[in-house]
């Protein structure tokens, strides 16, 4: 089974995560630049949230790019990271309202390290599929930019009750590193081009 | 008339319900962790309507994968099955915000009955459009499946008024029936596959 | 230019108003079976439109389906359509809310003729793009029903101020005239098959 | 890396703003056509709206039109514009709630050229990717037309705090200059078309 439905699908999930996080954004009554501050924090965790999404649309384009057919149980995989996913705009919602306060910090953390532990499993389903050998295995096979990241979001989460910029720190250190997309994949491909080529 | 624009179509329209759904969970005004409690109900109904829509989008998506060609009366009879689907939303919302009263459990356990015959029928169209003696014509022939769905979602329905949580558990069962995709199908693949080989 | 991704991003907008729809019914706050009479319009005024937008998505996919190419001038036609169309979730709020009232239904009326109007432009454009003589140029010659639909909606919109549901009985009407996807076109790939054939 | 889902995302997430603006347009609980009359202004700034929105689309499905690739910078530049344009529905809300006020007027006219610019920005990045020689490189090397528009919505949101009606008089005569979809590429690609006819 191709894997060109599921991307259109999951593509239209992404787009629609993404866009209607900003229905968060209650419209103010007031027509003054100080009826907008309330709004600050809303925009922030928006704008987060934002890299957030696109940083998953960006690896999930990337991985499934150098595949080519997926079974039922990825499908699964797939559906159990978009829930995950769906749940962004809630908990955005709650900590931009709540000005950052502890539990709406952390449960944003648990949100995306239960996104990120999703991802990480429909990779290995993936892999399971392809082979290890597969250019997919090779690239996943030692997940340490995974791990570390698990563990900025454990440490994340716990640290909110710190003090909760502590934990929104931490989540946004995550998205740094990431935000340069899978160059794993990339490079993996220009390694085997220039094989190829040979 | 080809499948694509109609494998499309539905996969957008799932992708707003599944992510619609998401939108009845009202974010809390307060930070506590107790502030999330009434949310409970709520997130329990839209797990369930999420495996919901993720089941009709596999087994949709494999239906599609089989056939080739749509008509005018296919293409209303996906119509019906989305129209049906669309209203999952409404019903989980009025389902969990009453924490499973009787009348929203038994009617939300009617959409999904109205959706498993639209699916059915849907099925039948295809069948009738491709021939009994098509993969998807064995395939569906005797569907089993479908029809003890259809037994358990009545059952349920009509147990939801001796206790609402019958009702409940009985729509769960079906999901879990249907969690593993269309399997008919990937096995009819299977053994095509291997006579094509001999 | 193909007509490839104006199908798709024209999927996506019929498929976003034909869901957000859905959000014009308001969860109700009891739990009776009473409680959901209030919505009882707002649900037919769903359906209703559920219809005329499943009605715009099948023309339009069967119009598409027979020519190669768009120009500049097309693609805007195509947005003053999906605009007017737009303007559909609005209206059937409005009339479902307030129960078939005068005014409601005579705008509900007058988008549905806007509606019509603009799929006519779209037609009109795409023939002259592929001239007179082209499959689509002979389908759209001479397009009674289209005109036949557009004399109904101004009658329904008049008879609206003698009683609202004259003017609700012949939206239905129009839908019923087309709930059929568009055979001319259909009968025409028929035709040209069988000459094929010869 | 193919334009295909990149194409495929940003339609969705395009339709999906063009769409959730309509409902910002509450429905009123008046029947008369005078409890239409305060939407008027929101219906306004909903136009204007969907004509910026379609611009986009159409002058972005141009631009992707004669590339072949995109590498992982072009995807976060798409992104980056994609963001901007995601807080159009926002500041559409506000400007018509408030009735052309002077702040939601200017803040109407800073998104809509920080969208401009991020445009230009993924313009930059795909010449850059093709090479100067490119069609792309060629079309995008003078951008007399970009650069104009972004000094008029400067000026538009300065002149704002003289009136608010100046302000959005600019940004009509900006989405009017681009009205026309991309001509540049058109013309570019009929030169190329007759050259390859010689």
């Not at 995306?112 to 690239?139: I, N, T």
Request: hydrophobic share 50%; proline share 4%; with cysteine.
């Amino acid at each position: 089974m191709g894997t060109g439905r599921l991307e259109a699908f999951s593509d239209g999930v992404l787009a629609i995560i993404i866009t209607i996080m900003v229905l968060e954004m209650k419209v103010p009554h007031g027509t003054s630049l100080a009826s907008l501050q309330p709004l600050l924090p809303v925009f922030v965790s928006y704008v987060l949230s934002f890299v957030y999404i696109g940083i998953y649309w960006n690896n999930h384009h990337h991985m499934l790019h150098i595949i080519k057919k997926v079974n039922g149980r990825s499908l699964w995989a797939n559906m159990h990271l978009l829930f995950w996913l769906s749940l962004v705009p809630f908990v955005t919602g709650w900590m931009g309202e709540n000005n950052f306060a502890t539990w709406p910090v952390a449960l944003y953390g648990l949100v995306l390290l239960m996104a990120a532990l999703a991802y990480r499993f429909l990779a290995h389903c993936l892999v399971q599929l392809e082979g290890k050998d597969s250019p997919l295995g090779q690239v996943y096979g030692a997940d340490r930019k995974g791990i570390l990241s698990s563990l900025v979001y454990v440490a994340g989460i716990g640290l909110s009750f710190v003090h909760p910029w502590i934990g929104f720190t931490a989540y946004v250190l995550v998205a740094a590193i990431w935000f340069i997309p899978d160059q794993r994949i990339e490079k993996k491909l220009a390694i085997d081009n220039s094989k190829d080529g040979q």
